[in-house]
């Protein structure tokens, strides 16, 4: 299994980004996907995520600006980002995992199925 993070990038508060995630090496059409960030010094935390259900969850400071969504192959898994703020400026990790809960979502450890990261730096 691999995950190929890419959209990562520099803009300015309020501006906009859009990662997608790229899952290979399996059928990915019935695992759940998600996204979780890690500033410097912090622990990783989870942005977003999409249940196999479809069933969505997002981090709290993160609701209605982020929206989590796959495409129709439902091997990729995107996140567009809009009103990005400084504090949002992390490394974005995707992650999957074929058997997890929709309650669960937000526990890294939960996950199977890391990616190697995308940096987002917001600018004040």
């Given at each position: 299994v691999q995950l190929q993070a890419c959209?990562?990038?520099?803009?300015?508060a309020g501006g906009s980004l859009r990662l997608s995630c790229e899952a290979s090496g399996r059928d990915f059409r019935s695992w759940s996907m998600s996204w979780f960030r890690q500033a410097p010094g912090k622990q990783?935390?989870?942005?977003?995520?999409?249940?196999?259900?479809?069933?969505?969850?997002?981090?709290?400071?993160?609701k209605g600006r982020f929206t989590i969504?796959?495409?129709?192959?439902?091997n990729t898994v995107d996140l567009q980002m809009n009103n990005l703020k400084p504090e949002d400026t992390a490394v974005y990790y995707c992650a999957t995992s074929s058997s997890i809960i929709l309650s669960s979502m937000?526990?890294?450890s939960m996950w199977a199925y890391w990616g190697q990261g995308?940096?987002?730096?917001?600018?004040?």
């Open positions: 959209g990562g990038g520099l803009v300015q990783r935390e989870f942005v977003a995520g999409i249940h196999r259900s479809g069933g969505k969850s997002y981090e709290e400071s993160v969504s796959r495409a129709s192959a439902r937000r526990y890294d995308t940096q987002v730096t917001v600018s004040s």
